[in-house]
C-alpha cells in the first residue's frame, strides 16, 4: 500500500473553506484514495473516496489530480464542529485492510 | 440501528489478567479488523479478517489472539494484559469492496492494565 504523507496540523474559521494535501507518490494502479475523519474519543468514520479527478458528495470534495501522486479533501464552509482529525490513507479496491498515518489536526475557531 | 458494536466500552485489567474484547457487526460485511490507538497517536492494525475462518495479522499482533467462527462475530483475546496494552480499541467492518462505503467503526473499548 501507498505511504500518505499529510501536514500535522492546520488551523481555520468558521465558514472558511479548508483544503488538506496528502501527498502518495508511490501510489498503485489499483489504489484508491479515501479521507476518514475522528473526533475524539470516537471511532474514525468515512467520508469520502475517489480513484481520480473530482468526487463530491454532501460533505466534501476530492480531487486527485491526472498523476494520482496527491489528492486535496476540500471542506466547504467549515463550523466548529469539524475540529477533528483527518486521515488520508491509500486501499486497494477490494483491500482487505486500512493502514492509518499520523493523521492532520484540524483546528477550527471561532 | 445497523452498525459495529463493541463490548465493554471500558475495562480495567490487572497485569497477566486475560481477557476478550467483543465485536459484533449487523451488516453482512465480510472483512473485519481490529485497531489500537494510544494517546496523541493514529490507529495501528493489530488483526484483520476477510471471511468467516480466516484471518491474518496486521503491523502489531503480538499478545493478542484472534478467530472469525461467524459473518458477524470478531472477538479479540488479550492472552496475558500488560500495561503496554493500555489503549483504546477500535473494530471495524466493511463490505470486500472497500471503495463502495468505506468502512464502519465502533465507538470502542478503552482498556486500562494495571
Redesign the interface.
Known amino acids: 500500500l501507498a505511504k500518505t504523507t499529510q501536514p500535522i496540523s492546520m488551523d481555520s474559521y468558521e465558514g472558511q473553506e479548508v483544503n488538506i494535501t496528502c501527498s502518495h507518490n508511490n501510489i498503485a494502479t489499483n489504489d484508491?484514495i479515501?479521507w476518514?475523519q475522528q473526533f475524539p474519543?470516537?471511532?474514525?468514520?468515512?467520508i469520502i473516496?475517489g480513484?481520480k479527478t473530482k468526487v463530491t458528495n454532501e460533505v466534501a470534495s476530492l480531487f486527485i489530480p491526472a498523476d494520482r501522486k496527491s489528492s486535496t479533501l476540500s471542506l466547504p464552509r467549515v463550523s466548529l464542529s469539524d475540529t477533528a482529525v483527518y486521515?488520508c490513507l491509500a486501499?486497494?479496491?477490494?483491500?482487505?485492510?486500512?493502514?492509518?498515518?499520523?493523521?492532520t489536526i484540524l483546528r477550527v475557531k471561532s | 440501528n445497523a452498525g459495529v458494536t463493541q463490548t465493554p466500552k471500558f475495562q480495567v485489567l490487572k497485569t497477566g489478567q486475560s481477557m476478550t474484547l467483543q465485536c459484533a457487526q449487523d451488516m453482512n460485511h465480510e472483512y473485519m479488523s481490529w485497531y489500537r490507538q494510544d494517546p496523541g497517536m493514529g490507529l495501528r492494525l493489530i488483526h484483520y479478517s476477510v471471511g468467516a475462518g480466516i484471518t491474518d495479522q496486521g503491523e502489531v499482533p503480538n499478545g493478542y489472539n484472534v478467530s472469525r467462527s461467524t459473518t458477524e462475530d470478531f472477538p479479540l483475546r488479550l492472552l496475558s494484559a500488560a500495561p503496554s496494552q493500555t489503549s483504546v480499541y477500535f473494530c471495524a467492518s466493511s463490505y470486500p469492496r472497500g471503495a463502495d462505503y468505506g468502512y464502519t467503526f465502533g465507538s470502542g473499548t478503552r482498556l486500562t492494565v494495571v
Do not use: C, D, H, I
Not at chain 1, 474519543?41 to 468515512?46: A, E, I, K, N, V
Not at chain 1, 486501499?91 to 493523521?103: P, T
Open positions: 484508491y479515501t476518514y474519543s470516537q471511532g474514525p468514520r468515512f473516496q480513484y486521515y486501499f486497494m479496491e477490494y483491500g482487505n485492510k486500512l493502514v492509518f498515518g499520523a493523521g
